[in-house]
Nanobody
Framework: QVHVVESGGGWVQAGGSLRLSCAAS????????MAWFRQAPGKEREFVAA????????DYADSVKGRFTISRGNTANTVYLQMNSLKPEDTAVYYC???????????????????WGQGTQVTVSS
């Protein structure tokens, strides 16, 4: 069992930045692929970014490319999402997810990930 806990959400004006953190309890954190998803009110949960177990591969949704950066610190069992140039349409609950890595590639579907956090709210005002 892996527990993941997100933090760092909040309110920010359009054009601003936020950094989300995801702390994972797994002793073997370095063997997990990690991802961020988000869900806005009335919408389905959507993929934001993912990083593989050793940080060598990343993937981003087109809507956040060039603005968001995912990274990980395996010694700290933490994954980060740096969000710059935020837009009102980035407003959502952001979720961290983990999957035991069986391949180096990263996946962007919700069904690929086994462990999920409770989410952290990000609100971007215009």
């Amino acid at each position: 069992q892996v527990h993941v806990v997100e933090s760092g959400g909040g309110w920010v004006q359009a054009g601003g930045s936020l950094r989300l953190s995801c702390a994972a309890s797994a002793r073997t954190f370095g063997t997990y692929n990690m991802a961020w998803f988000r869900q806005a009110p009335g919408k389905e949960r959507e993929f934001v970014a993912a990083i593989n177990w050793n940080g060598g591969r990343t993937d981003y949704a087109d809507s956040v490319k060039g603005r968001f950066t995912i990274s990980r610190g395996n010694t700290a069992n933490t994954v980060y999402l740096q969000m710059n140039s935020l837009k009102p349409e980035d407003t959502a609950v952001y979720y961290c997810a983990a999957e035991q890595a069986i391949q180096s590639t990263v996946r962007s579907t919700t069904t690929a990930y086994t462990y999920w956090g409770q989410g952290t709210q990000v609100t971007v005002s215009s």
